[in-house]
């Protein structure tokens, strides 16, 4: 028979041992409650992030849309004073001969077009290559398939961008998300003038076959070249 000291201590050590699986179950309750905490977190933090980036691409897409439309506007009100296509001259205020000869036809002077030359934000560049440099470029120097005529059409271009802002633009122009892609050809040759780069120009063929057949009757979008390594957004800003 057990002595009440001997029968004590048989509780103690009972209590002593249910205590320590209770404590061992908070413990396992607490690192489960902390793991989920925490995997709740980052599934919030992702789908803020994505959200943030995807609200940063919509705006970066409606900035470079916007300067599309006032370097439209302005040459268009170039037009309506007296000058004509073929009268533009785009050189630029760092060019030497900026300042020699009238200034009414050229589109960056202060008393011609008055355009401020647009600067691409490094946030929205994905430079792939330097020949010629990511940034804006506007000239006449090759045609459009689909304009009135096989003279050479005015356009602007905004050069090696990041694909999200490029998926946004299209989404305002089109509806669509989708970046075509040029079937030939390279993304210089086709909207940037050869003074800017070491390669050729050639048209815009639009027509089925044709090296860029997504931009028929487009007078702005965004595409790809054909590999998908490099993205530009394109505006006609004047076509004859």
């Given at each position: 028979m057990k002595t009440n000291q001997e029968q004590k201590g048989h509780y103690a050590q009972k209590n002593k041992a249910e205590s320590g699986s209770a404590l061992i179950y908070v413990l396992i309750a607490i690192a489960l409650?902390?793991?989920l905490s925490f995997t709740l977190s980052r599934q919030t933090d992702t789908g803020e992030t994505r959200r943030l980036s995807n609200?940063?691409?919509?705006?970066?897409?409606?900035?470079?849309?916007?300067?599309?439309?006032?370097?439209?506007?302005?040459?268009?009100?170039?037009?309506?004073?007296?000058?004509?296509?073929?009268d533009l001259n785009f050189e630029l205020p760092s060019d030497a001969n900026f300042e020699i000869g009238s200034p009414i036809h050229k589109v960056f002077h202060p008393s011609g077009g008055?355009?401020?030359p647009p600067v691409l934000s490094p946030s929205v560049m994905s430079e792939v290559t330097n020949d010629p440099p990511a940034g804006w470029y506007l000239g006449r120097?090759?045609?459009i398939e689909w304009s009135q005529s096989s003279a050479h059409d005015v356009i602007l271009v905004a050069y090696q961008?990041?694909?999200?802002?490029?998926?946004?633009?299209?989404k305002s122009i089109t509806g669509s998300m989708n970046i075509?892609?040029?079937?030939?050809?390279?993304l210089e040759q086709l909207f940037i003038d050869v003074f800017y780069h070491s390669g050729a120009n050639v048209d815009i063929t639009t027509g089925t076959g044709g090296?860029?057949?997504?931009?028929?009757?487009?007078?702005?979008?965004?595409?790809?070249?054909?590999?998908?390594?490099?993205?530009?957004?394109?505006?006609?800003?004047?076509?004859?």
């Open positions: 409650f902390a793991a609200d940063r691409a919509d705006i970066m897409a409606t900035q470079l849309i916007s300067t599309a439309a006032q370097v439209k506007s302005a040459v268009d009100q170039m037009f309506f004073t007296g000058s004509q296509i073929n008055g355009i401020i120097f090759n045609n961008i990041n694909r999200a802002t490029c998926e946004h633009i299209n075509p892609n040029l079937n030939s050809g390279n090296n860029c057949e997504a931009c028929h009757n487009q007078t702005s979008l965004c595409i790809s070249n054909s590999a998908r390594s490099a993205y530009a957004f394109y505006t006609v800003i004047a076509n004859q």
